[in-house]
């Protein structure tokens, strides 16, 4: 299926570590944090994981984004999926989020400017919101190598008003490009 326009479809949040998060008109990107009101914002890991691992890591995940394509799949598997349904901040179309480097710029809207850092790695609590979600999320590539689905992570390295209807400018790093590993 060829992709459409690149551009953000939704945008959502959460000031508390729920698995969803809440869809809003307007997203507040800061430099260096991730997204303003999230649980998730800050230089140093937010999340409960890898919180649990040491609380002074790297922040790698500010803001998790997902395409809107992979909602239309799940949505035609069975899946009651949606804009923030599944934890992310930003739900895009027309970018195939999944092949880009490590290191690409999305650039959203007039301003934001966010970094791919890798890929998101599903958890349980895919399950725990709808039985067989996670296996959804999985899959396997032509040499059997795991294939994670779940969207991907981005560090802010500029901040701006992000909403539905705003462009995406794609901006691949320089050759030679890393595959995305989980962050």
Known sequence: MPFAKP???????????????????????????????????GVTVKHRSRVA??????????????????????????????????????TTQG??????????ILRLGEEAVIWITGLRNPCKQLDDYQQGLTQAV???????????????????LEGGIVQAGDRIIVELPPLPHRPLEKV
């Open 7 to 41: 551009m953000v479809i939704a945008t959502s949040l959460c000031s508390e570590h729920k698995f969803s998060k809440q869809t809003v008109d307007v997203l507040e990107l800061i430099a260096g944090q991730g997204i303003k009101g999230d649980a998730h914002c």
């Open 95 to 104: 970018v195939d989020l999944l092949k880009l480097p490590v290191g690409t």
């Open 53 to 90: 691992k040491g609380h002074s890591m790297p922040n790698l995940r500010q803001v998790h984004l997902i395409h809107s394509e992979l909602h239309a799949e799940l949505f035609a598997a069975g899946f009651k999926v949606g804009p923030g349904v599944m934890g992310e901040n930003i």
């Open 138 to 156: 999985l899959d396997r590539d032509d040499n059997n190598n795991l294939v994670r689905k779940a969207g991907v992570m981005a560090l802010v």
